[in-house]
């Protein structure tokens, strides 16, 4: 609300709800106007260079198939279209995507750190474009899997936008971090499952009844402790 870039780190244990809880933040979020950008991090394969960031800059340029025929011409027309003065920056954005342009080549200067402050730049420029228009939410999800470059690439991303109307949300699972690893924040929220009573409170407000059936509780409590289905009956 106060036009200011925020960085939210969300985390817990596999099953405890963080997919859910993006979901809604970007439900809500869209009916409120805002942008919202994706992107996931892989934890196998053979990762390319900036892996966590591609995603998020497919999404931003409403590029759904990188292999299809004239996926470069679309990305120049996407990105010209939402702001004409990042036209420096699409042999960048070209180079990212992992496409071809004959017109805008990436500069064989472009190694090493001079390639990382381009990134940096071209990737700072385009979200603060969108933001412009409207506020932004850009999530990450599974950051555990990002490596160290990541994360400083990400805390640089983070100081070039500041104070932008721009939101980001990266998404741990909890057994992945240590005194080692983390999370890259402003603030941290952390989820963790509910304990009887607080199952039993949700369910009542489900169902709209302070009466439950017995033994309902208990066993949905456990059933979601265990990350197994509900099978119980009355």
């Known amino acids: 609300n106060r036009g200011e870039s925020r960085l ?8 405890v ?8 933040l970007s439900r809500r979020a869209l009916e409120r106007g805002f942008v919202v950008l994706r992107g996931q991090c892989q934890s196998y394969g053979n990762i390319p260079p900036f892996q966590p960031f591609l995603e998020t800059l497919a999404d931003a340029v409403e590029l759904a ?5 004239g996926a470069a011409g679309h990305v120049i027309e996407r990105v010209l279209a939402l702001d004409p003065g990042l036209s420096p920056h699409l042999p960048v954005y070209v180079y990212l995507l992992g496409l071809d342009h004959a017109a805008h080549p990436l500069s064989a200067e472009l190694r090493g750190q001079s390639l990382r402050r381009a990134v940096i730049r071209a990737l700072g420029d385009i979200l603060i474009a969108h933001a412009r228009r409207h506020p932004l939410l850009v999530i990450v999800e599974d950051w555990h899997w990002a490596d160290e470059a990541s994360d400083a690439l990400y805390r640089d991303l983070a100081r070039a936008t500041e104070g932008q109307p721009i939101m980001g949300l990266l998404t741990y699972r909890s057994e992945q971090l240590s005194d080692n690893r983390r999370p890259l924040s402003h603030r941290l929220l952390n989820l963790s499952h509910f304990d009887e009573a607080g199952t039993a409170g949700l369910l009542s407000e489900l169902l709209h009844s302070e009466q439950l059936p017995a033994g309902l509780a208990s066993h949905v409590h456990a059933a979601a402790s265990s990350g197994m289905g509900c099978g119980w009956r009355p």
Request: proline fraction near 14%.
């Open 8 to 15: 939210v780190s969300l985390v817990g244990a596999p099953g």
């Open 65 to 69: 198939d990188p292999s299809q025929p």
């Open 17 to 24: 709800g963080k997919t859910r809880l993006v979901h809604e």
